[in-house]
């Protein structure tokens, strides 16, 4: 028996939204009596994130706390249009929106408390914990509960903003087959380190190296979060998962259930290094681009390439399971 | 089909419920009681997003038959903190952003409590071993690791500071 070494690399660009239709997504920021900041959106938080991601984009730019921002994504029959949670589109499409609404929003709240404290309300500046204050005069200030008050029950004003992303439909160039499809791509790449058993054909992942040029990161830790965890499902794609013998064979598809389902546990983790680079795409609400679908990406080929490297065997199939390994092992000794 | 009253002390507080046969203990916990921490995952006993623990030990509640546990002692994720002081297993895990979307986080820490009770100084493997009931499918393992084996520094430190 021997345990054989290899490392291999892969990269991968990647596209944030899509663009079949048209690609928009909209958002309706309003204030209650008490002065918090209702962004109501239809866009669904699978768990990846994109309440906290939406409300950091709502609260600095109104300049105001996050604990002042309330994301409401409850229904989407009554909610503002968004096409959906996918294609790695969440964080850039409805940012943005966001962002438009709460300029628009913004603008209404330093109006009303110009009029409040008799001053221009292009004098005026948000102080990030909950007033509006006089430019050179901090002295001079109101608090938003006291503006949204004021709005409500003294000037008879909305405090509200409309905002919506749209990535319109492109068509391509029938002369070239050029078009613009997506919004802007960000970039990774994987280093993997494997460990390939000659005799039982198993294969551990020891560790990957990862660095992604993903824009702007607007939650760092987040963003560090997605990296790895999706990394961790590459390996599962990799060297664990299959929908066999559920699909195709004998359902319309997956695997029944989860003790049917093959992943990689607490104990068959890698170690991981993980790197972010911040480019800023101009498109991007503060430059952010989609970190969604692509970080289980590039840990797949970079994990085959390592494989190759250890042992010599191609594997083009997943997961690369002991046996594939084995078969690639006699037919490179039968060669 | 008989229905049984099962008297239990879920929390530390005495509860009561009627439970037909075939009413696991999570059911009961979500819909009777209204203890909606543990999750109903995959009502199989394989994800681990249900565990609590009975009479101390982890259990995946979705396979407890209800009936069975009359006259136990039930913890679930909703007794852990004491107000809003969150116990160091919670705190290791918020500080160490050891959770995503937060789904199997309930089960993830019931495993970890159980753990720190019996084993006050775990290795990563015991660890590892510990919660290799619980799937996660966010995170990656790692922090969630990291977390517990944090907390336990935790508790130690609090009991070398009360002695």
């Not at chain 1, 239809?42 to 609260?59: E, I, P, R, Y």
């Not at chain 1, 096409?83 to 790695?88: E, I, Q």
């Not at chain 1, 609404?101 to 109006?111: G, H, I, N």
């Not at chain 1, 319109?168 to 993997?192: I, N």
Request: charge should be negative; aromatic fraction near 4%.
């Amino acid at each position: 028996m021997t345990l054989l070494r290899g490392r291999g690399y892969a990269s991968v660009n990647y596209p944030t939204g899509m663009n079949l239709g048209g690609d928009p997504s909209q958002a309706i920021i309003h204030a209650t009596t008490m002065g918090g900041f209702v962004v109501t959106l239809s866009s669904v938080d699978l768990g990846q994130g994109l309440k906290t991601v939406v409300a950091q984009c709502a609260a600095e730019t109104l300049g105001i706390p996050m604990e002042n921002v309330i994301i409401d994504t409850a229904d989407t029959d009554t909610g503002p249009h968004c096409m959906g949670t996918f294609a790695s589109r969440g964080t850039h499409r409805v940012g943005n929106a966001v962002i438009m609404a709460a300029r628009e929003a913004r603008e209404v709240m330093l109006q009303v408390a110009a009029d409040e404290l008799e001053v221009d309300a292009g004098d005026l500046e948000t102080d990030g914990t909950g007033f509006v204050r006089l430019k050179g005069s901090p002295a001079t200030k109101i608090h938003i509960s006291d503006i949204a008050l004021a709005a409500h029950f003294k000037q008879g004003k909305s405090i509200s903003g409309r905002g919506i992303f749209l990535k319109e439909r492109s068509y391509p160039v029938p002369e070239t087959g050029e078009m613009d499809p997506d919004s802007c791509q960000a970039h990774a790449c994987t280093v993997a380190e494997v460990e390939v058993d000659d005799e039982t054909g198993i294969v551990t992942v020891l560790r990957m190296y990862n660095t992604y040029e993903i824009g702007r990161a607007l939650n760092p830790a987040m963003v560090a979060q997605q990296v790895e965890g999706g990394a961790w499902m590459g390996v599962s794609h990799a060297i664990f998962e299959s929908t066999e013998p559920y699909y195709p064979a004998s359902r319309a598809h997956g695997p029944i259930d989860f003790c049917e389902y093959l992943m990689p546990g607490p104990a068959e983790i890698p170690v991981q290094t993980s790197v972010i680079l911040e480019r800023p795409a101009s498109n991007g609400p503060f430059g952010a681009k989609g970190i969604g679908e692509m970080t289980a990406n590039a840990p797949i080929p970079a994990i085959a390439n390592a494989i190759f490297d250890a042992c010599g065997v191609r594997l083009t199939t997943m997961p690369f399971t002991p046996e594939s390994v084995l078969r690639g092992l006699d037919a490179l000794r039968a060669a | 089909m008989t229905v049984t009253i099962v008297n239990l002390k879920v929390n530390g507080v005495d509860q009561a419920f009627m439970a037909r046969p075939g009413t696991t203990l999570l059911l009961a916990l979500r819909e009777q009681l209204g203890l909606t921490g543990a999750k109903r995952g995959c009502a199989q006993g394989a994800c681990g997003s249900c565990t609590v623990l009975l009479d101390g030990a982890p259990v995946v509640s979705c396979l407890v038959p209800a009936t069975t546990v009359d006259g136990a002692d039930i913890a679930t994720v909703e007794g852990l903190a004491d107000g809003q002081q969150l116990s160091d297993v919670q705190q290791a895990f918020l500080d160490g952003f050891a959770t995503q979307c937060g789904f199997c986080t309930p089960g993830m820490l019931m495993s970890a409590e159980a753990l720190l009770a019996r084993n006050p100084d775990p290795t990563a493997d015991e660890v590892n071993e510990a919660i290799s009931g619980n799937v996660c499918r966010c995170t990656g393992y790692a922090p969630i690791v990291s977390a517990i084996l944090d907390a336990a520094e935790r508790r130690r430190n609090r009991v070398e500071a009360t002695h």
